[in-house]
Nanobody
Framework: QVSLVESGGGLVQAGDSLRLSCVAS????????MRWFRQAPGKERQFVAA????????YYGDAMKARFTISRDNVKNTVYLQMNSLEPEDTAVYYCNGYSALTGSHYWGQGTHVTVSS
């Protein structure tokens, strides 16, 4: 069982930056690939970014590739999402997800709200 707690969301203006954090506990963090998703009001949950267990490989949704950076610190059991040049369209609840290919288990955090004003 893994517990994920996101933080770092808030209200910012267009063009600003935010860094989201997701701290994991309860299992060996490096056993899990980590992903960020987001869900805007009235829309389906959308893939944002992913990082493999070692942190060497990263993947991004097309709309985020040039502005967002995912990273992880396996000592601190934390995955980060650096978001630059934020746009009002980035307004959403951002969720952290941990996935174990070994067990097929998925774990979700409670989400952190990001609001970008124009």
């Amino acid at each position: 069982q893994v517990s994920l707690v996101e933080s770092g969301g808030g209200l910012v203006q267009a063009g600003d930056s935010l860094r989201l954090s997701c701290v994991a506990s309860g299992d060996t963090f490096s056993n899990y690939a980590m992903r960020w998703f987001r869900q805007a009001p009235g829309k389906e949950r959308q893939f944002v970014a992913a990082i493999n267990r070692s942190g060497v490989h990263t993947y991004y949704g097309d709309a985020m590739k040039a502005r967002f950076t995912i990273s992880r610190d396996n000592v601190k059991n934390t995955v980060y999402l650096q978001m630059n040049s934020l746009e009002p369209e980035d307004t959403a609840v951002y969720y952290c997800n941990g996935y174990s290919a070994l067990t097929g288990s998925h774990y979700w955090g409670q989400g952190t709200h990001v609001t970008v004003s124009s």
